[in-house]
């Protein structure tokens, strides 16, 4: 009787220690283990005499069943307490400020070269890129471009050898696309060029859009309606353009293309220096002489070809008034793209 009031006692005082199941459950076994108290007391029935025994195994059997409930009721507390805890440890302030990450951008011309290819994409042209160092058969020759062209010349061109140079234009590009393609083709060529230049609008790398359509009965009327529909997704949907004659070794007849204001509608401000038009590429019809070069027989096919440049449309675009702006990458001027 003693044994088993002093019993509980003991293992009440050690439940009520425990403040984890695992502590808990170490307490338990200490008492109903395999070699716990209880257990030990259980064993110890074969020392006392037969008409003892019923009585004795009948109140360890109670003092067991006890401490299981006990210990049951304790475990539900132990683990409500470390629920508890837990939610306690892991709790979000939600007031707490969040950090910040820097987050980055296209670059302006990366984003303006998109924008083109966007645009052409969705009238079906599709893109094709050149190589950077061009022989002087695809950056000249083959685009009806005389040896004595002064474009051709030392000063204007970053020659790697006697044959091979830093392209100056994309219009390389029409070249090798009609070797491999016949019409009807409708090709865009985005891409770096090099040139010898150097003021607030001319730089030494800059990137062009090249675009060349080529099938039967192609005119200078589809240029216009296409170059039309550009200005008007490009700049503003009351944009216009106007064609103006003009030569390019390539082309013939060949224009200039002029996209009505954005600034001032047209009317003349200080942007369009007063006359209501923007120089925004060069334009024509391909020359015979250059479809011929490639294979493609100009009695049955025509073809118009345009080349942009990207800086000079981002510059029109963002009103950016230095084209050095885009290579210096400060970031308080590239800030100004993002999304
Ligand atoms: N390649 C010319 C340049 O760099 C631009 C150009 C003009 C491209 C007329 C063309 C074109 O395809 O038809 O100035």
């Known amino acids: 009787m ?30 109903l283990g395999r070699t716990g108290k209880v257990t030990a007391l259980l064993k110890s029935m074969r020392e006392l005499a037969a008409e003892q025994r019923p009585a004795f195994g009948k109140r360890v059997n109670e003092l067991r069943e006890k401490l299981e409930e006990m210990f049951a009721a304790h475990e539900e507390k132990v683990k409500r307490q470390e629920l508890e805890r837990k939610l306690q440890s892991e709790q979000v302030d939600v007031t707490e400020p969040g950090r910040h990450t820097a987050k980055g951008a296209l670059h302006p011309i990366t984003r303006t070269k998109n924008e083109l290819i966007d645009i052409f994409a969705g009238m079906g042209f599709e893109v094709f890129e050149g190589p950077e160092i061009e022989s002087e058969y695809y950056n000249f020759t083959a685009l009806n471009t005389p040896a004595d062209h002064p474009a051709r010349d030392m000063q204007d061109t970053f020659y790697i050898t006697d044959e091979f140079l830093l392209r100056t234009q994309t219009s390389a590009g029409q070249i090798r696309l009609m070797e491999q393609k016949k019409p009807p083709i409708k090709m865009l060529s985005p891409g770096r060029v090099f040139r010898s230049d150097d003021d607030a609008t001319h ?25 039309d529909e550009f200005a008007r997704t490009m700049f503003s949907s009351s944009s216009r353009t106007r064609l103006r004659p003009s030569y390019f070794p390539f082309t013939e007849p060949s224009v200039e293309v002029d996209v009505s204001c954005s600034a001032c509608g047209g009317k003349g401000c200080s942007l369009c220096k007063g006359t209501g038009w923007i120089e925004v590429l060069g334009a024509g019809m391909v020359n015979r002489h250059v479809l011929e070069n490639c294979g493609v027989d100009p009695d049955v096919y025509t073809g118009f070809a345009f080349g942009m440049g990207i800086e000079r449309i981002a510059m029109l675009k963002y009103g950016i008034n230095h084209i050095r702006l885009f290579t210096e990458n400060d970031v308080r001027f590239l800030e100004q793209f993002k999304d």
């Open 203 to 227: 730089s030494p790398m800059f990137h062009q859009m090249e675009g060349l359509v080529v099938d039967k009965g192609i005119t200078l009327c589809d240029l216009k309606g296409m170059l």
């Open 2 to 31: 003693e044994e088993s009031d002093k019993i509980v006692e003991e293992a009440l005082a050690e439940a009520e220690k425990a403040t984890t199941s695992r502590g808990l459950y170490e307490a338990k076994m200490r008492f």
